[in-house]
């Protein structure tokens, strides 16, 4: 029996004590500046090599190239917790300004780089690709020299980081500005508390309608009152990126999506047709819950209502000792790293105001650690979005002694480990539940999980398309914003749903990530490849997590295609493998279906 009480708060302290006043992580900066300036230098002094045995002043960029990441990736993670933790930190917000103008120069210096690498003849850099110390990190110099092919001068791109500080990021960072003072008004017990909109957000797990119903109506009047500011948001989010593009020639407006995502456009379209052709059982499964409820049809803030009479609640300790008892039954590396995320506070899980909506996994490179954020409140989506986070600490750890080059692994891979550990979970809670009644919920959440990534993101998806599209031609008003949301919405849930969610654009802070546009097919991506290594796991047992580590090991190293191909043996451009994958999810429907009949 487990006797040691998980805490729920993290420990920053370890890394900079004393938070944004920290006396260490101001030293941290101004020696990220310093190292960041002789990095500068090396670049500028680099004369590029005629013969592959001239390789000393590259290898020793590489190795100034590693060690102004970690820093710099210390730094980023480090503000990001401060500013999610309490978003009336106004100190934090003023690093993350700092974090970010050091990141814009980064990048400055690192296009001066990959624009000398093109400048290498292509025999002699491929001779120095076979050669140590590039060999293991070929296929990363590879990428960096093809994408700088692709862009503009290195005066040009360096305008353009610049230009974004106050621009670009500077619009993402208003976005955060505006959520941390947005408060959703709840009575409860004749007291009206308000809400920040994390705390609000988990109100549409109540299995009251009432409840939810009413958090709605506050939830659309609180983001509609600022829905002019956050449209001017991203209307310029947009805009800043379509003006990048157009410059550098790129008509596609998913190609830098695709290529920060090391897959091809015929791989994606094979996904979203492969789900399209597939999506009749959800919405049966829409209808049949609805009429669990007493409905004619489900509204957008019934989609995560429970369907037991009786709300299942677990405290944190409980989901804690849950997913430590499941991940052992998959392999002794996942149970023992994430014993050691718990016991040594990598969490921030307390449900309390002044957090940050959502949640989120960071690394600590120099420190080789994580940090998990998310807001506990006892719900078993809690408890799925807790072991999802856990996945993506554990990728991050599974990548220990891989070359730090080949450490930076595209979103849609990183959100294969996290759905991986998520599906565990959920497959476990349904197995073990005792009553019928406790199976039908567990496999209801579940299956929510997949409407999720099959509706939901694909209506994100549909909606980002269509305003870049739009965005082309100037501003688009709010109103027009809640037009194609909600044709989007409609689209993507197959007009299934009585009331829509046409603020979804305002609410969604993904919308506003700068690090990655189109911050939303890869969470689909990542969810159906993982159903595919799920069921090889299956397969295989216990055996499997060595695979499976050496899986995520070549995550960052080649396309989705080649490590599909690779370590499954399966082509993600053909429709076989996706189709595969949503049969099985559609197995938890007709399970579902079959006992609510």
């Given amino acids: 029996m487990n006797t040691t009480t998980y805490e729920q708060t993290w420990d920053l302290d370890v890394f900079f004590e004393g938070g944004s006043s920290s006396p260490a992580f101001a030293t941290h900066l101004e020696t990220l500046d310093s ?104 296929y990363v110099l590879n990428e960096r020299r093809n994408r700088a092919k692709e862009k503009l001068s290195t005066e040009e791109e360096s305008l353009i980081n610049s230009l ?25 017990n004749g007291e009206i508390k308000e809400l920040s909109a994390g705390q609000a957000h988990n109100k549409f797990s109540s299995s009251d309608r009432n409840v939810r119903k009413n958090v709605f109506e506050h939830w659309e009047k609180a983001w509609g009152e600022q829905a002019d500011y956050i449209g001017a948001s991203l209307n310029h989010l947009a805009g800043f990126r379509l003006n990048v593009y157009k410059q550098r020639n790129w008509e596609e407006v998913l190609k830098e999506p695709l290529d920060i995502n090391r897959m091809s456009k015929q791989t994606l379209e094979t996904m979203w047709k492969a789900i399209s052709d597939n999506k009749a059982p959800f919405v049966e499964y829409l209808n049949r819950k609805a009429k669990l409820l007493g409905l004619e049809k489900l509204s957008w803030y019934d989609l995560d209502a429970p369907i037991s009479k009786t709300e299942s609640k677990v405290s944190y300790q409980e989901g804690a000792e849950f997913i430590l008892e499941q991940f052992s039954h998959f392999g002794p590396e996942l149970t023992e790293f994430t014993k050691k995320a718990f016991e040594d506070r990598w969490i921030e899980a307390e449900d309390r105001d002044g957090k940050r909506p959502g949640g989120f996994c960071t690394s600590f490179p120099e420190s080789d650690q994580s940090r998990i954020f998310m807001t506990f409140s006892g719900t078993p989506s809690n408890v799925s979005t807790l072991a999802h986070e856990l996945g993506h600490a554990f990728h991050q750890h599974a990548m220990k002694g891989v070359h730090t080059l080949n450490r930076s692994y595209a979103m849609n891979v990183a959100e294969t480990a996290s759905t991986f550990a998520e599906m565990i979970v959920a497959d476990a809670s349904v197995k073990n539940a005792t009553t019928e009644e406790e199976r039908i919920a567990l496999l209801e959440d579940k299956i929510q999980r997949s409407v999720a990534f099959y509706m939901n993101i694909h209506a994100r998806f549909i909606f980002e398309t269509s305003f870049y599209e739009e965005r082309k031609n100037g501003i688009v008003s709010t109103e027009r914003l809640n037009e194609l949301m909600e044709q989007a919405q409609k689209t993507a849930y197959c007009d299934a749903l009585d009331q829509y969610h046409p603020s979804f654009w305002s609410s969604k802070m993904h919308f506003y990530i700068t690090g990655v546009p189109f911050y939303n097919f890869p969470y689909t991506f990542g969810y159906l490849f993982s159903l595919g290594i799920y069921a090889k796991a299956i397969e295989e047992g216990t055996d499997y997590e060595n695979k499976y580590i050496a899986l995520l090991k070549d995550t960052a190293s080649m396309t989705v295609e080649e490590l599909a191909s690779k370590h499954l043996g399966v082509d993600l451009t053909q429709p076989e493998f996706w189709e595969k994958a949503v049969r099985l999810s559609i197995k938890d429907v007709e399970e579902f279906l079959t006992l609510t009949n």
């Fill in 164 to 188: 974004g500080i106050d621009g670009y990021h500077a619009w993402g960072q208003m976005y955060d500005t505006i959520v941390g003072k947005l408060k959703i008004p709840f009575e409860e």
């Fill in 35 to 138: 190292e960041l300036n002789n990095f500068s230098t090396l670049v500028k002094e680099f004369t590029v090599p005629t013969e592959a045995n001239e390789k000393e002043a590259l290898s020793s960029i590489i190795t100034a190239f590693v060690n102004v990441g970690a820093k710099m990736r210390q730094a980023g993670a480090f503000v990001s917790c401060l500013s999610a933790q309490d978003t009336k930190d106004k100190k934090a917000n003023m690093l993350r300004g700092k974090v970010t103008q050091l990141s814009a120069t980064f990048q400055t210096v690192l296009t001066n780089f990959d624009q000398k690498l093109v400048t290498i003849d292509q025999a002699v850099f491929e001779a120095l690709l076979q050669a140590e110390p590039f060999q293991e990190i070929s």
